[in-house]
């Protein structure tokens, strides 16, 4: 079957940096994206990787690894609006998107 | 550019009366997805149309939903009848629809459906 696991919650220090991991087993794979929620509303698109490596987009990064089937999300100079959760998903050899059950983050000043 | 519209934003009925979702997709987007999100979980695909044609709705609980988009742009979720576990936020999702590629979808707020 398809999985994605990533963690449930995770809680970080405003100024800090965390890291959201997320681990994969699709059938196939054509990238992998993250998506920021906020409590209450729509997912919003964050990054999306394909190829081996890290890609950095301000304060947020995403890397992925294929052959390990792992990717994670890097959030520097965490600020409280931050605050939200963290959806990966990867779509499959049908461009069919598999969804993660998200990571809660929680920011403390 | 407007994004993804979508309305009631929320909606509260009894079990067994029927509720309909409706969903504007942002301007160009041939492919529409319905999505149910039960909080604390990811979104689960209800349906996928690529212009009016319904290409996958293996997950759509066909006794109680049923889906249109007769004109290839807006669509109408339905559910009846409501049932208690029906309660989620009811979220639609766009697409540019590009044949057999990655494509970034595009949410709307969803609507927040309370079964009672």
């Known amino acids: 079957g398809q999985n994605i696991d990533q963690p449930t919650e995770m809680t970080a220090t405003e100024g800090a940096i965390v890291q959201i991991n997320c681990t994969y087993q699709t059938s196939g794979f054509n990238g992998l994206f993250w998506y920021q929620q906020h409590a209450g509303e729509a997912p919003t698109f964050l990054s999306y990787?394909?190829l081996d490596g890290l890609e950095e987009k301000g304060r947020f990064s995403s890397f992925l690894s294929r052959s390990k089937g792992y990717s994670y999300l890097l959030l520097k100079e965490l600020q409280m609006k931050d605050s939200a959760s963290y959806l990966c998903?990867?779509?499959?050899?049908?461009?069919?998107?598999?969804w993660g059950a998200g990571t809660k983050l929680i920011i403390k000043p | 550019e407007a994004g993804v519209v979508q309305s009631p934003r929320y909606k509260i009925i009894e079990k067994k009366q029927p509720v309909a979702f409706w969903c504007n997709p942002i301007?160009?987007?041939?492919?529409l997805y319905w999505y149910l999100q039960n909080l604390g979980q990811g979104p689960e695909l209800l349906i996928r149309?690529?212009?009016?044609?319904?290409?996958?709705d293996s997950q759509l609980p066909k006794d109680r939903f049923s889906a249109e988009r007769l004109k290839g742009v807006d669509s109408t979720l339905k559910i009846q009848p409501a049932e208690l576990g029906d309660s989620a936020v009811y979220l639609c999702a766009s697409s540019l629809g590009r044949e057999a590629s990655v494509e970034t979808q595009y949410f709307g707020p969803g609507t927040r459906l309370l079964v009672l």
């Open positions: 998903a990867v779509t499959d050899s049908n461009y069919q998107l598999i």
């Open positions: 301007s160009g987007h041939n492919t």
């Open positions: 149309y690529e212009n009016e044609e319904a290409v996958d």
């Open positions: 990787n394909v």
